[in-house]
């Protein structure tokens, strides 16, 4: 047997709300994926930076260390220049004594003696080792020049490696601040991920407990109708050829076949309704008519009708269930040739004509939650 359009509009929105359910799990597993990668480079240069500065301050604490031996260097080249200093200035003044000397015995006409002999000869002497320390005197002043040089040199080195080491504090700090960010939005999305799986969880429940017992009402209909006509394992429909019930063209029940209906109906109608659990999930039960293709479309619906409404007298008029419940739960409907058995892609005349007898279960509550759950998405 054939599922009918209702049934079939069923699965597909179950199907549907699968596949959309699967699709945002997906989307959510790409993000949290893409969030994870990200996290990964990010952590990469961080390393790289850490690495850098970790070198950057490794020769500065060098740079520093050589310029502190320089700046001891430079200090004992000063006091070597200040004592130089000093005793050229003695010796100057030892000189300035010794040319008046000089004088004074010039201006008195003497000849000179073996003693002014060698106070010339220690004069010029004299005079030689301070042109040599004026010579080193400039030396060290060249020397001093130097190191000062370098010293401003290397300080403004320090100068620019401390502020590429803030540079790169700032952009550690930055780094960390977008890091501690993205960690941020991964636990919110992993957060929304979790209560989507949990109501995922929850629905998927539900479809399960309604499913479970569309599953009961089935085998519980096998139980009471047995052989007696062929039961549809998954909608747990009945199904009566017309050729069984009507005549050709006809929509009034055959005599031959009335005692067999009514203790069919009455087994049906038994296993929905004589058990509490199972009648409390009941939503409706149609009777349905169907004919082939053979006429047109009108004229098969108001026979189709017809028929679905004979079947609904005869139940009425039988008195094998309480009235109220059929005014409750029981309609007839007509259906034409909208819902044809096809073998193989082509019609089948005979089977196409049929009534169907089928229940729906209250699921309405469950459709509703679904619909507000994507609204609010």
């Known amino acids: 047997m054939y599922k009918n359009n209702d049934e079939q509009s069923n699965d597909n929105f179950w199907i549907s709300y699968a596949d ?6 997906f989307v959510f597993i790409l993000i949290i994926g893409a969030i994870v990668i990200k996290y990964l480079y990010t952590q990469t240069d961080l390393q790289a930076i850490k690495t850098d500065l970790e070198k950057e301050k490794v020769a500065l604490n060098m740079s520093e260390e050589e310029l502190k031996n320089r700046k001891d260097q430079l200090s004992l080249v000063n006091e070597k220049l200040q004592k130089a ?5 003695t010796l100057a003044f030892d000189i300035a004594k010794t040319k008046k000397m000089y004088e004074k015995l010039q201006n008195t006409n003497k000849e000179l003696t073996k003693s002014e002999y060698i106070l010339q000869v220690s004069l010029q002497d004299a005079l030689k080792q301070v042109d040599f320390t004026n010579v080193e005197l400039e030396k060290l002043k060249a020397l001093l020049f130097d190191y000062e040089l370098k010293l401003k040199t290397e300080t403004s080195l320090k100068d620019e490696l401390l502020i590429k080491i803030d540079e790169k504090n700032n952009f550690i700090k930055l780094k960390s601040d977008e890091l501690a960010l993205l960690q941020e939005k991964l636990l919110e999305k992993s957060k929304i991920h979790q209560k989507l799986v949990e109501e995922f969880d929850i629905t998927k429940s539900k479809i399960k407990s309604l499913t ?3 599953l009961t009402v089935i085998e519980k209909l096998k139980e009471e109708l047995g052989d007696l006509i062929n039961l549809d394992s998954k909608s747990g429909a009945i199904k009566f050829s017309s050729n069984i019930l009507f005549a050709q063209g006809q929509y009034k029940i055959k005599d031959a076949f009335k005692k067999d209906l009514k203790l069919i109906l009455q087994k049906y109608m038994s296993a929905l309704f004589a058990n509490p659990e199972i009648k409390k999930h009941i939503d409706s039960i149609i009777i349905e008519g169907h004919t082939n293709s053979d006429g047109t479309y009108l004229s098969n619906l108001e026979l189709s009708q017809q028929r679905a409404l004979e079947v609904m007298k005869f139940l009425y008029s039988s008195n094998i269930v309480d009235k109220g ?12 040739f909208s819902d044809l058995v096809l073998v193989n892609g082509v019609e089948n005349k005979n089977a196409s004509r049929r009534i169907e007898i089928k229940f729906r279960l209250k699921n309405e509550a469950a459709i509703k939650e679904i619909q507000n759950y994507l609204d609010n998405e």
């Open 20 to 25: 959309l359910m699967a699709g945002l799990l």
């Open 212 to 214: 479970g017992i569309k």
């Open 325 to 336: 419940l059929l005014t409750k739960y029981v309609t007839a409907s007509g259906r034409s």
């Open 85 to 89: 200093l000093e005793e050229n200035s």
